[in-house]
C-alpha cells in the first residue's frame, strides 16, 4: 500500500531553513507527481509545491523564490527547501501523492519563531 513518511520537520528562527523529506514506496514514484502541502491553524490545506514525473515545479505564489521541491526517483524521496522563512510558514505540512485520489503522508510541523 502507498506510504509517504515525511521528515525534517522543527523550530526554526525567521530567516532560517529547513530540508522536508518524504520517502515513498507502495507504488512506482518516478512517474507520479509529488507535491507538498501545508495546514496552518484556522486555515484551509494550500498546495505549496508539486513536481511532475518529468521534474516540472510549480509553486504557491506565497513560496516562490524562497522553497524548492526536488525528487530523487533513485531513493523515492521528494524534497521541499525552505529557505528565508516566515512566522506565516508555521504549519503543519504533508506529503501527498496528486492523483484522483489523493494520498497523505501523516504530517510534520514547521514552527517559524518571529
Known amino acids: 500500500q502507498v506510504q509517504l513518511v515525511e521528515s525534517g520537520g522543527g523550530l526554526v528562527q525567521a530567516g532560517g531553513s529547513l530540508r522536508l523529506s518524504c520517502a515513498a514506496s507502495?507504488?512506482?514514484?518516478?512517474?507520479?507527481?509529488m507535491g507538498w502541502y501545508r495546514q496552518a491553524p484556522g486555515k484551509e490545506r494550500e498546495l505549496v509545491a508539486r513536481i511532475n514525473s518529468d521534474f516540472r515545479t510549480n509553486y504557491a505564489d506565497s513560496v516562490k523564490g524562497r522553497f524548492g521541491i526536488f525528487r530523487d526517483n533513485t531513493k523515492k524521496t521528494v524534497y521541499l527547501q525552505m529557505s528565508s522563512l516566515k512566522p506565516e510558514d508555521t504549519a503543519v505540512y504533508y506529503c501527498v501523492l496528486l492523483t484522483a485520489s489523493n494520498y497523505w503522508g501523516q504530517g510534520t510541523q514547521v514552527t517559524v519563531s518571529s
Open positions: 507502495g507504488f512506482i514514484f518516478s512517474i507520479k507527481t
